[in-house]
């Protein structure tokens, strides 16, 4: 393949003091030692959606706002995805749900993995994220990285990094391996069916 895999990998808060940053940020290091793709970090800071209320689903219509047009373009730039995300209430964040409303094409025929953190590492969150974008044509990949509750108070309150964990470290490598496996097949077949 000439080109390099291009992979995002989505922070899905963007209250204070969010946890997922810095999992993101250490997710993005891990990745960028790799040579078959290359990695960027999507912060849903940067896009500021207002709720989703347009009168048509992206499915059939694109959303021409500037926010919702530079989100998209952000989103389709990419070939796979690495979902950060945490379990808020047994699923997703509100904002991260919200984004997401706002695609179809942009992910259609994708692949994505996950990275999930919460007090049983984030694997209800995971559960409701796969079925999201499941509807988005979305394909999700069996291998993902949950940080549970011993990890994330070793993080808060001991001062350890991800480091310390490497269960959590060697999770990360099949995840990103099956990844770039589906990223550069799905992308031949969507290149032939243009």
């Given at each position: 393949m000439a080109d390099k895999l291009k992979i995002g990998i989505i922070l899905s808060t963007t209250?204070?003091?969010r946890l997922g940053e810095g999992i993101g940020r250490w997710a993005l290091e891990l990745a960028r030692k790799r040579s078959d793709?290359?990695?960027?970090l999507v912060d849903l800071r940067d896009h500021p959606l207002p709720f989703?209320?347009?009168k048509m689903s992206p499915a059939r219509s694109p959303i021409d706002t500037p926010t919702a047009k530079r989100w998209s373009e952000t989103i389709d730039a990419f070939d796979g995805y690495v979902f950060v995300t945490a379990e808020y209430n047994h699923s997703i964040t509100g904002v991260l749900k919200n984004a997401l409303d706002y695609l179809y094409p942009e992910v259609r025929r994708k692949p994505a993995t996950f990275i999930g953190y919460g007090a049983v590492g984030g694997v209800r969150a995971v559960e409701h994220l796969r079925n999201i974008l499941a509807e988005l044509q979305v394909a999700t990949l069996r291998f993902a990285v949950h940080i549970g509750k011993s990890e994330i108070l070793g993080l808060v309150r001991e001062g350890k990094?991800?480091?310390d964990y490497p269960d959590t470290v060697a999770a990360l490598t099949p995840a990103l391996d099956e990844l770039l496996w589906w990223a550069e097949t799905l992308k031949a077949g969507r290149e032939r069916a243009a």
């Open positions: 209250r204070e003091g793709a290359t990695f960027e989703f209320e347009a990094t991800l480091a």
